[in-house]
């Protein structure tokens, strides 16, 4: 069971040991993780509501939250603070009211002599003008300094949460290889997952999915459409998407071959499979960074003479969202420590030709990475 009572506690030895009397979290991934106020499908028009911008949870030192909904769609957020303890009663913004006034309101309820605010990363310009001119006095910084670190280090019911997310793709998977025949479009593949996602539990998709036919011979530069280019003897297919589960999220990939693999596509595969296990072998708690565990992978499908084919990094951090900080990459330097979870998903992806991936989220131990996925990282055969 997710704790946010203690998630809270802790947030606030934070804010205390960095002089933050406030915190302005909109409705989203970082409010979900301190509260249980489940984070929507965000793929949404802009605008919504009346007060869009001033709405969302207010955290002090030692008051309750407070959270502030525009009154249409308010009840959603009312029903979600009943039962837990930690929220005060929910502040509804009236059409009626200025939400700038109603902010006022609320600020003003918090002592904020001497101590600083940080505000959501991702809050409407409107909303930080909005403080600033509210507390022109005050200093501002971003709560990801305060809350990244936090959502780094996942507890057993956090990774119990994401493997029941690995399970529904692995569901979906095995529905969309039922279905993958010669004549479907990509498309085809996508609703049925999408559709799959959904049957089996997905609260919703954590990113767009996406099946890709790659053929050299037969579609170069990719450039039909994916509910005209149907599915045709030498075609390579690889899959890329995942769900949010209770909250948490899954990212999978995995790639199957529309009748016998060429000897050379054989290879690509070995060494993605090689590269993808180097990496989690290498990724042992307090012994490596992030950037040497892409070091590693990347090594492999060099040394096979693909190396300018792995075009992105190794992997990023995952938990509520499905791209969060730290990121297997060259530019971070980061330790990885037990208790992270990354994706890890080394791929070749050869201009005008075929694709090769292999996808799968991965637990940082003692030992090195451990797979949340019991899915097979087989070449799939279709035909």
């Not at 006034?101 to 002592?111: G, I, K, L, N, T």
């Not at 119990?160 to 998977?173: E, H, P, T, Y």
Request: charged share 25%; net charge negative.
């Amino acid at each position: 069971m997710l704790d946010f009572a203690n998630r809270l506690e802790t947030l606030r030895a934070r804010m205390e040991e960095h002089k933050i009397g406030l915190m302005f979290l909109t409705p989203g991934a970082n409010l979900f993780y301190l509260t249980g106020i489940p984070h929507r499908d965000h793929y949404r028009t802009d605008h919504n509501a009346y007060g869009d911008w001033a709405v969302g949870g207010y955290i002090g030192l030692n008051e309750g939250v407070i959270l502030t909904a525009p009154r249409m769609g308010g009840e959603y957020f009312v029903s979600q603070v009943e039962g837990k303890p930690w929220f005060e009663p929910v502040r509804i913004i009236d059409e009626s009211e200025d939400p700038l006034e109603v902010m006022r309101q609320v600020v003003s309820r918090f002592d904020l002599k001497g101590r600083r605010v940080a505000i959501e990363d991702h809050a409407w310009a409107e909303t930080v003008q909005a403080l600033r001119l509210l507390l022109p006095e005050t200093e501002f910084m971003m709560a990801s300094k305060l809350i990244a670190p936090m959502r780094m280090i996942k507890s057993e019911a956090e990774l119990d949460l994401m493997r029941k997310a690995g399970q529904i793709c692995d569901g979906a998977l095995q529905e969309a290889l039922a279905r993958l025949q010669l004549g479907v479009t990509a498309w085809d593949i996508e609703n049925e997952i999408d559709y799959q996602l959904g049957m089996m539990g997905a609260d919703f998709n954590s990113f767009p999915t996406n099946v890709l036919f790659t053929n050299p011979l037969k579609d170069p530069g990719l450039s039909l459409r994916k509910a005209e280019r149907r599915l045709e003897p030498g075609d390579a297919i690889t899959f890329d998407f995942g769900c949010i589960y209770k909250g948490y999220a899954s990212d999978f990939g995995r790639t199957a071959f529309a009748g016998e693999p060429p000897a050379e596509y054989l290879r690509m595969h070995s060494l993605v499979l090689e590269a993808q296990q180097a990496a989690m072998h290498a990724m042992k708690a307090d012994q490596i960074t992030a950037a040497q565990a892409n070091a590693i992978a990347r090594s492999v499908i060099e040394k096979g003479g693909y190396g300018p084919e792995f075009s992105h990094r190794l992997g990023h951090g995952i938990g509520v969202t499905v791209h969060e900080p730290p990121w297997l990459d060259v530019v971070d330097h980061t330790i990885l420590r037990a208790g992270m979870t990354f994706t890890v998903e080394p791929s070749i992806r050869i201009p005008n030709g075929y694709h090769n991936r292999v996808e799968d989220v991965v637990l940082v131990t003692p030992e090195g990475g451990v797979s949340l996925y019991g899915t097979s990282r087989e070449l799939y055969r279709v035909g």
